[in-house]
């Protein structure tokens, strides 16, 4: 485990397991930090397909990721948190995808869904290898997310990042409307 400063951002903890027997790897990352005042919502508009695909992205394990040009929505928790590009999120959550589907192709898929996630796997290709340009957004609750700003210091102008209020929902699966954060000293339960 390891704490890393991103700069323009903040300090996350990486976190990398080895299996010694069968040589399974894996890796996390984590907010070093606590939740964000805000809820955070990224929208890039990609414009150049090597330059975007090579950004470094944060996603939190409590970030949803969307491509409206792909219809795709992964909810938050899918992935975990990772620190990687674009590129390698990408194809993360293809690879993600055809696992958990594996009935989506062939004989057993049916031609309607199986058409539709195929349409999906294809989409993230085009992106990934023919330069296909498309929004992609990054919304979390918690405020620990990041997509790196390549024109740093000054403002990225296909980068959109807006705070909002979370919902109660938000706050509940975030654990912070059971939090109590006053007064838990007298409490003797």
Same mark, same amino acid.
């Given at each position: 485990?390891?704490?890393?400063?991103?700069?323009?951002?903040?300090?996350?903890?990486?976190?990398?397991?080895?299996?010694?027997?069968?040589?399974?790897?894996?890796?996390?990352?984590?907010?070093?930090?606590?939740?964000?005042?805000?809820?955070?919502?990224?929208?890039?508009?990609?414009?150049?397909?090597?330059?975007?695909?090579?950004?470094?992205?944060?996603?939190?394990?409590?970030?949803?990721?969307?491509?409206?040009?792909?219809?795709?929505?992964?909810? #938050?928790?899918?992935? /975990? $948190?990772? %620190?990687?590009?674009?590129?390698?999120?990408?194809? +993360?959550?293809?690879? *993600?995808?055809?696992?958990?589907?594996?009935?989506?192709?062939?004989?057993?898929? #049916?031609?309607?869904? /199986? $058409?539709? %996630?195929?349409?999906?796997?294809?989409?993230?290709? +085009?992106?990934?290898? *023919?330069?296909?340009?498309?929004?992609?957004?990054?919304?979390?609750?918690?405020?620990?997310?990041?997509?790196?700003?390549?024109?740093?210091?000054?403002?990225?102008?296909?980068?959109?990042?807006?705070?909002?209020?979370?919902?109660?929902?938000?706050?509940?699966?975030?654990?912070?409307?059971?939090?109590?954060?006053?007064?838990?000293?007298?409490?003797?339960?």
């Amino acid at each position: 485990m390891k704490e890393v400063a991103i700069p323009f951002f903040k300090n996350i903890l990486l976190m990398a397991n080895v299996c010694d027997h069968c040589g399974f790897r894996d890796s996390e990352v984590k907010s070093a930090g606590g939740i964000s005042e805000k809820g955070q919502k990224i929208t890039l508009t990609m414009t150049d397909s090597e330059m975007d695909l090579n950004r470094d992205i944060l996603k939190s394990e409590t970030a949803s990721i969307e491509i409206p040009a792909l219809e795709l929505v992964l909810t #938050s928790g899918a992935l /975990g $948190g990772r %620190f990687t590009t674009i590129e390698g999120l990408l194809g +993360q959550m293809k690879d *993600q995808l055809v696992s958990i589907n594996p009935f989506a192709f062939g004989d057993s898929s #049916s031609e309607k869904g /199986g $058409g539709k %996630f195929a349409g999906v796997i294809q989409g993230i290709d +085009q992106i990934i290898e *023919q330069g296909r340009l498309v929004d992609i957004i990054l919304v979390d609750p918690a405020g620990n997310s990041y997509i790196q700003n390549v024109y740093a210091p000054d403002d990225d102008p296909n980068m959109r990042v807006e705070e909002f209020e979370r919902s109660d929902e938000d706050d509940d699966e975030l654990g912070i409307k059971h939090m109590k954060t006053e007064g838990y000293e007298e409490d003797s339960s």
